[in-house]
């Protein structure tokens, strides 16, 4: 209520002042009514008083009680003191509009880059927030490479250790020969704890996807996925088995595994075909699913972002294509190995709202500056025109002395037009003199007077004769 009182008390003081400043007056200069004073000043308090309203983000309905009070007090003034309610009114509307107008110019832009700096601020927060999921999966997925790494080194490397132990027993072989196979026994298998204690630290993996994997097979997998209620139909080419290596033959399991939990997750009900071949030195993994009629309201993960950046260390590529059906195709070497350099997970969505970020930035404050110079050059260019006007126009309606003296009452149009300037003076002194019933007349300087007033001339016609010749002095 205390703000509302506020309101209203603004309202009824601004409607007041605003009336005394009407009342300033006009200001002349050099006997020339040049503008109204009390108008002006009327207009420059009320656009700042809007100006500073908008600046201090007032509430409507806060701005909706002053403008009723200045409506009400202006019509209480124009009554009192006006004698004319309406007019009254009307002047408080006036005055309303000037403070509105510059509320709103200040107000509205404001809340506009107020609200694209907010868009900017969730969508940076969107992305951080992808970027972090798929940091996640990737390091997931990461985990369960170097688990399956584990499994398949270390099951290689205990397989030698034993091989060079039962060969160091064999007394048929010399002494040195047998004492540097239990060496080679002793190093296979502190590499092989040393593989496990290094896997352990850098991953601290746990149980998941990856490890619910060993030991299993591409069938054991959709036979897993048939038992959970997917309707699955497998065409596996039987050289694939001997033709992948263990690495290849993982991520083909990490594939099918997750484009089978894609497909009951999203397109639930959908049969799931799955098709492996080798092509040349590639297996290809196609799986092709019907789309759900309506996208499922669960949200998506970073399955595919993982598995795609697991496929890519191997040297593969994984492509999706969404048409009539769904479907995702895995190429791999049959004989993978995981590369040296890290595989590109594309263009990081930070990197790339940060770029568009930047771009509106530097649209906003080109806009910006054309907004500021296109009026700028405008009014340059309409006061170069206005003083070149005022310039020739002044030059253009100068009557010298001698030629003045050559036209006298009763002279021809004619005559008198061939010794005028080619125009009439500006702001011509036409109260001077009273002009002759039924003519018309026209005003020219004596000198070319850019600020100061001399001699005018004034010449009146009045059915094609010149009817009067007179002399006005400067003021």
Not at 289 to 312: D, F, K, M, Q, T
């Amino acid at each position: 209520m205390r703000a509302v009182a506020v309101a209203v008390l603004a309202g009824a003081v601004f409607a007041g002042a605003m009336y005394r400043l009407e009342r300033l007056g006009r200001v002349e200069v050099s006997g020339l009514a040049v503008f109204d004073a009390g108008q002006l000043a009327v207009i420059v308090a009320a656009t700042g008083a809007g100006v500073v309203i908008g600046r201090w983000r007032t509430p409507v309905s806060l701005v909706a009680v002053g403008v009723a009070a200045v409506l009400l007090t202006s019509t209480l003034i124009g009554l009192w003191v006006r004698s004319d309610a309406v007019r009254g009114l009307v002047i408080g509307i006036a005055y309303v509009s000037c403070l509105i107008l510059a509320m709103v110019a200040i107000a509205v832009p404001r809340a506009r880059r107020s609200y694209v700096r907010r868009g900017w601020e969730l969508a940076f927060a969107e992305a951080r927030e992808h970027e972090a999921r798929v940091a996640q999966a990737v390091s997931r997925e990461r985990e369960a490479m170097a688990g399956e790494i584990h499994d398949g080194l270390g099951h290689r490397l205990t397989l030698i250790a034993v091989q060079a132990a039962r060969l160091s027993l064999d007394e048929a072989l010399p002494e040195r020969a047998r004492v540097e196979l239990q060496r080679i026994r002793e190093h296979a298998a502190a590499a092989s704890e040393e593989l496990g204690e290094t896997v352990a630290l850098l991953a601290e993996r746990s149980p998941g996807a990856g490890g619910s994997l060993s030991g299993l097979g591409i069938e054991d997998v959709v036979e897993r996925a048939r038992a959970s209620g997917v309707a699955v139909d497998c065409a596996l080419a039987p050289e694939v088995a001997a033709s992948v290596n263990d690495y290849t033959h993982a991520a083909l399991m990490r594939a099918v595994q997750e484009g089978l939990t894609n497909a009951a997750k999203h397109a639930p009900g959908a049969a799931v075909r799955v098709a492996v071949e080798v092509v040349g030195d590639e297996v290809v993994l196609r799986m092709r699913n019907a789309l759900a009629p309506s996208p499922s309201s669960e949200r998506g993960g970073h399955g595919l972002v993982a598995l795609r950046h697991r496929i890519a260390i191997l040297g593969g590529t994984l492509d999706v294509e969404e048409g009539a059906d769904f479907v995702l195709t895995v190429r791999l070497p049959c004989a993978a190995a995981p590369s040296t350099r890290a595989a590109d997970l594309g263009s990081s969505r930070l990197g790339v709202l940060a770029a568009e970020a930047a771009r509106a930035e530097r649209r906003h404050r080109r806009v910006a500056r054309q907004a500021w110079l296109v009026p700028v050059v405008v009014a340059f260019v309409l006061g170069v025109v206005a003083a070149g006007y005022f310039v020739y126009n002044t030059v253009a309606s100068v009557l010298p002395p001698e030629r003045f003296a050559a036209i006298a009452v009763g002279d021809s149009h004619a005559s008198a037009v061939s010794v005028l300037p080619p125009t009439q003076m500006l702001d011509a002194p036409r109260s001077a003199l009273p002009e002759p019933a039924g003519a018309h007349c026209e005003y020219y300087e004596s000198a070319v007077s850019f600020f100061e007033r001399v001699e005018v001339y004034r010449v009146c016609f009045a059915d094609d004769r010149v009817v009067a010749v007179d002399t006005i002095p400067p003021s």
